[in-house]
């Protein structure tokens, strides 16, 4: 008979300033630590196992390195144990959780995605890099090419103080055309990302790493398989 390993608990909050001096640790993304337990022990009770313990990590945005993680992978790994987390989605494109985890072996599983894993993570980790690298270039590309312009980069626009309430609505209808055209090229950005994993993975599969990334769709909504596959026909990619 196959023991289904324990778990090992890990809990994100992040330190923001208060009003006045001091700081307070703050629910990581919009989830209270009651809120990743909850989570975490309806994961355990649904799969009849217990939780030897848990780890908090409280992060700041100017430190990179996550000690409690660190922490919580070495005692999962010793105790043959299971890592996990409440919520995915940001943290899979954390490159100290992605670096340490596939480094050490351990499993893993998400509550709100139980599908993930570790084989998830590694097409996560590699595709954020990537999506990192071309965004650099692309904005120093237009930063050089608005230079070439004259644009004086970071000037203030008088132009746009003062507005009456009729160029307002006008300037919110332009902004709304303007953020349907970058919908559509953002379709254009994925086709890379939708070619790499056509021959292995699914629709489904792939709607799936992309709300694990927190992606969605130009209508502002998770990806489903469908969503997908017209994207993919959008794009030219042929089916799986």
Same mark, same amino acid.
Request: aromatic share 6%.
């Given at each position: 008979? +196959?023991?289904?390993?324990?778990?090992?608990?890990?809990y994100?909050? &992040? @330190?923001?300033?208060?009003?006045?001096?001091?700081?307070? #640790?703050?629910?990581?993304?919009?989830?209270?630590?009651? &809120?990743?337990?909850?989570?975490?022990?309806?994961?355990? @009770?649904?799969?009849? %196992?217990?939780i030897?313990?848990s780890?908090?990590?409280?992060? +700041?945005?100017?430190? /990179?390195?996550?000690?409690?993680?660190?922490? =919580?992978? #070495?005692? /999962?790994?010793?105790?043959?144990?299971?890592?996990? %987390?409440?919520?995915?989605?940001?943290? /899979?494109?954390? %490159?100290?959780?992605?670096?340490?985890?596939?480094?050490?072996?351990?499993?893993?599983?998400?509550?709100?995605?139980?599908?993930?894993?570790?084989?998830?993570?590694?097409?996560?980790? /590699?595709? #954020?890099?990537?999506?990192?690298?071309?965004? &650099?270039?692309?904005?120093?590309?237009?930063?050089? *090419? #608005?230079k070439?312009?004259?644009?004086?980069?970071?000037?203030?626009?008088?132009?746009?103080?003062?507005?009456?309430?009729?160029?307002?609505?006008?300037?919110?209808? *332009? &902004?709304a =055309?303007? %953020?349907?055209?970058?919908?559509?090229?953002?379709?254009?950005?994925?086709?890379?990302?939708?070619? *790499?994993?056509?021959?292995?993975?699914s629709?489904?599969?792939? =709607?799936d790493?992309?709300?694990?990334?927190?992606?969605? +769709?130009?209508?502002?909504?998770?990806?489903?398989?469908v969503?997908?596959?017209r994207?993919?026909? @959008?794009?030219?990619?042929?089916?799986?």
């Amino acid at each position: 008979m +196959t023991t289904v390993p324990d778990l090992i608990a890990y809990y994100r909050l &992040s @330190r923001e300033k208060k009003r006045g001096n001091g700081h307070a #640790a703050q629910p990581a993304w919009g989830w209270s630590l009651e &809120s990743q337990q909850s989570a975490v022990e309806a994961l355990a @009770r649904e799969r009849c %196992v217990g939780i030897l313990t848990s780890y908090q990590e409280i992060e +700041t945005g100017k430190r /990179a390195d996550r000690p409690e993680l660190a922490k =919580a992978i #070495a005692h /999962a790994k010793r105790a043959r144990a299971t890592l996990v %987390v409440a919520k995915l989605d940001r943290l /899979a494109r954390n %490159v100290a959780f992605t670096s340490a985890l596939m480094d050490s072996g351990v499993d893993f599983v998400a509550c709100d995605n139980p599908h993930a894993n570790r084989l998830t993570i590694h097409i996560l980790a /590699a595709v #954020a890099e990537d999506e990192a690298r071309r965004i &650099s270039e692309r904005t120093k590309a237009a930063l050089q *090419a #608005a230079k070439r312009r004259g644009v004086k980069l970071g000037a203030a626009r008088p132009e746009c103080r003062n507005l009456t309430d009729k160029a307002r609505r006008k300037g919110t209808k *332009a &902004s709304a =055309a303007v %953020v349907k055209q970058q919908a559509d090229e953002a379709y254009v950005d994925l086709r890379d990302f939708f070619a *790499a994993l056509r021959p292995a993975f699914s629709y489904q599969q792939i =709607a799936d790493i992309l709300n694990l990334r927190g992606e969605r +769709t130009r209508y502002g909504k998770p990806w489903t398989d469908v969503a997908v596959l017209r994207a993919c026909r @959008r794009l030219g990619i042929g089916s799986f």
